[in-house]
């Protein structure tokens, strides 16, 4: 069985950091691409970061410098360090793996987690 859990979120004060955690089943732990996505209310769904199996990450321009993706292959587990949040960071991240990147976003492409509530106040 293919599953994603999201685990850490919260709500903290602007400038905080928090740090999330994507829990995967074997199977999904194993695909090439993980990665972190996040929708604020009224928003699309939008990529954060991902990571690749073979450890080549993106990061949106939003979160650069700020946010650090992390992946252990061997624990089927990913990490999202979150640095620096901003109110803009507010919203449901979720966990998403897929076998190569074009799928990443996909809803029937990817294997997706039920996400975790991120709420940043000033």
């Known amino acids: 069985q293919v599953q994603l859990v999201e685990s850490g979120g919260g709500l903290v004060q602007a400038g905080e950091s928090l740090r999330l955690t994507c829990t995967a089943s074997r199977r999904a732990g194993s695909l090439n691409i993980m990665g972190w996505y996040r929708q604020a209310p009224g928003k699309e769904r939008e990529l954060v970061a991902y990571?690749?199996?073979?450890?080549?990450?993106k990061y949106s321009d939003s979160v650069k410098g700020r946010f650090t993706i992390s992946r252990d292959n061997f624990a089927h587990t990913m990490d999202l360090q979150m640095n620096d949040l901003k109110p803009e960071d507010t919203g449901v991240y979720y966990c998403?793996?897929?076998?190569?990147?074009?799928?990443?976003?996909?809803?029937?492409?990817?294997?997706r987690g039920q996400g975790t509530q991120v709420t940043v106040s000033l």
């Open positions: 998403h793996a897929a076998p190569y990147t074009g799928l990443l976003a996909s809803s029937r492409g990817a294997y």
């Open positions: 990571k690749t199996y073979y450890g080549d990450t």
